[in-house]
DNA sequence: GTCAAATGATGTAATATTACATATTTTTTA
DNA sequence: TAAAAAATATGTAATATTACATCATTTGAC
């Protein structure tokens, strides 16, 4: 539950009549793993803020599905690329079961225009997300097999914020994201388990030396 | 020279006085090719927009320069990244001689925060800045060489808007920025040279049969 | 212009990655 | 629960990419 002005962050550059306002234009819903939040193609009408659970934001194209960023509990679900003009161009999908409050973009624009201090709070934080998009994509496409496979790995350690991960992925649909073949990564991924650096269980994984890990994703 | 209110689109969300004071408490600065306009960990305390030439935009990280973007006449220079917090995590280099004005960003924050037309504006155009950074990236990492570079080749072409194209990299910086080896590169270019896809002399290249740069950029 | 340094070109061996074939396991569906 | 479908695993051959060695060319400083 949202209570205004205590757990988020954004919600005090908000006056009390703002807030009301933006909270009670918005709606509540609840997302199942695996479902679609938001489509790549539909009209950019709507913030998405993700108050339980989370979701990866992927970018369909040449037929391949990208994940290039993750949302979790407090985050907007893709700010930085919601303000577009016409279509969103990206999609997102709960990777556990969501709760998703749902902004009406004209609302949201509206307070943008009518508090400075909640436009530079957006501006500056759109800065600070694509800011670390273009810095992940760019270290993940310099790297091999093990080094990318390390990097995604310890991001959703970060993410779920334990040792123990369930792969929001299939083996084929990680490859996609990172621009190998799915034997590369099912081969990668049992090395490391070899190795004793993970185990794996389908997608299941606990993550057993994460200074290794960390070394093969700086290195590789 | 730049006149208020008719040479660029952004100029005409703001109000007179308000150009004015940006205005006139902005720099014009001549940059020659190959010089830095913008320091990667430099204070994130201007807004930089490019009068006339070109830049390119650069991310420094484990020792090596990427290119991720460019900026041509009429462009803010990285306006996704400028706002962050601290500092600036990319830098900008001139590619051709460049004049470029530089804003103070308190300055500029404050129409931000005083005109929410200028605000809406602005975020609007860092979604679309950030979704075609992302887009791209992600077409890169996904390329093998000869797709990756025929990608580079004409996105340099739209740039320079002509199939005369004097290349903004040796051919390492472009191994660097596309995450391939020099020799790829290399024999990649020669490749497209001996294929009658390009002429190359040193930094000085002629696209001869764009039609095939963008078949093998797109299968590639 | 000359020289030195940097950049570019090319061939080959080593390495990494993919593609294919096939067997096994897990998940889904009825 | 059983059967079917999807996903995972593994070995091997084909392909792509890198790394190294060497030489040629271009660029920049003096």
Redesign the interface.
């Known amino acids: 539950m949202m209570l205004p002005g205590e757990i988020y962050q954004w919600t005090s550059r908000l006056k009390e009549p703002e807030l009301k306002e933006l909270m009670s234009s918005s709606v509540l819903l609840d997302y199942n793993k695996g479902e679609a939040i938001i489509k790549q193609g539909s009209l950019a009408s709507q913030i998405l803020f993700i108050e339980d659970g989370m979701a990866k934001l992927n970018?369909e194209?040449?037929g391949?599905d990208?994940t290039?960023s993750f949302a979790v509990n407090g985050d907007f679900i893709g700010l930085?690329?919601?303000?577009?003009?016409k279509r969103l161009?990206?999609s997102a999908i709960a990777i556990t079961n969501s709760k998703v409050r749902i902004f009406d973009r004209d609302v949201f624009?509206r307070l943008?225009?009518?508090n400075?201090?909640f436009?530079?709070y957006?501006?500056?934080m759109?800065?600070?997300?694509?800011?670390g998009?273009?810095?992940t994509?760019?270290?993940?496409?310099?790297k091999n097999a093990n080094g990318a496979i390390a990097m995604l790995l310890l991001s959703l350690e970060r993410l779920f914020r334990d040792v123990k991960v369930v792969l929001p992925f299939t083996r084929e649909e990680m490859a996609a994201t990172l621009?190998y073949s799915k034997e590369s990564v099912i081969n990668t991924l049992s090395d490391f388990q070899r190795d004793g650096l993970i185990t794996l269980s389908g997608r299941h994984m606990m993550i057993l030396n994460k200074k290794a890990l960390q070394l093969i994703a700086d290195k590789g």
């Open positions: 970018l194209e040449g391949r990208t290039f930085m690329c919601s303000f577009v003009k161009e990206f624009e943008i225009r009518e400075g201090d436009a530079v957006i501006v500056t759109m800065s600070e997300l694509t800011n998009v273009v810095h994509l760019i270290s993940l496409s310099h621009g």
